[in-house]
């Protein structure tokens, strides 16, 4: 019970320490040319690129192919689109069915807990894996195949220090 309750206490401290340390030196923030939203960063990438080079491209980085966990981070993409004019573009977003077909899931390794699929999406037609926000209706998502290309939205997990990543540091 002693070395429990004193690793207890190592974690605790280590987890303390690294919360300020994140705090001094401004992880609260997005790095420029990125936009925060739930606290976490996305940006939208405007050349084209098939979906593996755009994650690629994202992961260059530090982020990966957009995860969308709500309709508030799905609208707040939809802002950036038409704020830099290119909603009349696809986007690749960072979803897959390139496993097993039929079962999405986020290229950063999130839960598949929110979509927008437009209506008869996803089709898989002519074998689709690889998901976009759709020019045609709205922005709502659709399948398509993955080397199609087109811009993309990159965003980070969260840019908040995680305990699992302290717990990690631990000897
Ligand atoms: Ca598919
Ligand atoms: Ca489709």
Same mark, same amino acid.
């Given at each position: 019970m002693i070395i429990m309750a004193t690793q207890t206490i190592w974690i605790s401290a280590a987890c /303390?320490?690294?919360?300020?340390?994140? /705090? /001094?030196?401004?992880?609260?923030d997005?790095? #420029?040319? &990125?936009n925060v939203f739930n606290n976490r960063c996305f940006k939208l990438? #405007?050349?084209?690129? #098939?979906?593996?080079?755009a994650q690629e491209?994202?992961?260059?980085e530090n982020s990966h192919l957009a995860s969308v966990h709500?309709?508030?981070? $799905? $609208?707040?993409?939809?802002g950036l689109v038409r704020a830099t004019g290119f909603y009349a573009q696809g986007l690749w977003i960072g979803g897959s069915d390139d496993g097993s077909e039929g079962v999405w899931y986020w290229i950063d390794g999130s839960p598949f807990n929110f979509a927008d &699929?437009?209506?008869g999406q996803p089709n898989n037609f002519g074998d689709e894996d690889c998901l976009m926000m759709s020019p045609y209706d709205?922005?709502? &998502?659709k399948d398509l195949r993955c080397d199609f290309a087109?811009?993309?939205?990159?965003s980070t997990r969260s840019h908040k220090p995680q305990m699992t990543d302290v717990i990690s540091c631990k000897p």
């Open positions: /303390a320490v690294l919360l300020l340390c994140g /705090a /001094a030196h401004g992880q609260s997005c790095p #420029t040319g &990125w990438v #405007t050349y084209h690129a #098939t979906f593996h080079k491209a994202c992961e260059f709500s309709a508030a981070e $799905n $609208n707040f993409i939809h &699929w437009s209506p709205h922005l709502r &998502w087109m811009p993309f939205v990159c």
